[in-house]
């Protein structure tokens, strides 16, 4: 080989090394930002944390649900009618998303009777901003949810995640009713509870954590 390509292949070597400290390194760090996550979401119903350093680099650690399914056969008697929009029957059952947000929230207990328009009604913001904050909150997307209430709203990091928690739970005993509607009866504890203990042996919820990095933007990164 000429040396130009014994050259090539040392760098490249040199690079995997560097590659495989470098993810060590991350590991170890990433693993305390998570002990310090894990505590501060403990016994709360809070689904992420943020970190802001002096430098303007973030980090942001979210609990993420993964909904697996157990016993496809019983999905046809929790969804009833409205079966097809929830889940494509195939060698396996894959979900769609209203589904596993419905599985995920029944699964968790994480659900509350109210309404989302009642929630929003209730914030510290003019009638304007309410309006505007209605056609982007749904209660399905916690973070998405918890950045608009605080660039709209104006509320502080935990009121934001208070009320996005709040919302999201809010949102998932909306589409519990609604469910029910579509399958002719009414949600009634009895019915609950019923319809929670199909869930439990439909399916299997399993929560991690993720952990998303956003570096600042640097001075040559703005010009």
Known sequence: MNQNLNS?????????RIKEELDE??????????TDAEQKLADTKIKSVSYVTPSGNTAEVTVSDTVSVTAGE????????????MFTEEVKYT????????????????????????????????DRTKKILSKK??????????KNLKTLAGLSETDASDIAYLLYETASYENLEALAG??????????????????NAAVNVSRSIKTRITAAE???DET
């Open 182 to 199: 579509a399958n002719g009866f009414s949600l009634t504890p009895e019915k609950l509870s019923g319809f929670r203990s199909q869930v």
């Open 137 to 146: 909150i749904k209660g399905a997307d916690f973070r998405k949810d918890k």
């Open 25 to 34: 390194e991350y590991a170890l760090l990433q693993k305390e930002l998570l």
């Open 8 to 16: 090539a292949i040392d760098r490249m070597a040199q690079i995997e």
């Open 218 to 220: 640097s001075e040559c």
């Open 95 to 126: 979900l769609k998303a209203p589904a596993k947000r419905i599985l995920s929230a029944v699964w968790h207990g994480e659900y509350c009777k109210g309404k989302i328009s009642d929630i929003l009604d209730s914030l510290p913001c003019d």
């Open 74 to 85: 019983l999905l046809t008697g929790i969804f009833g009618a409205v079966s097809r929009s």
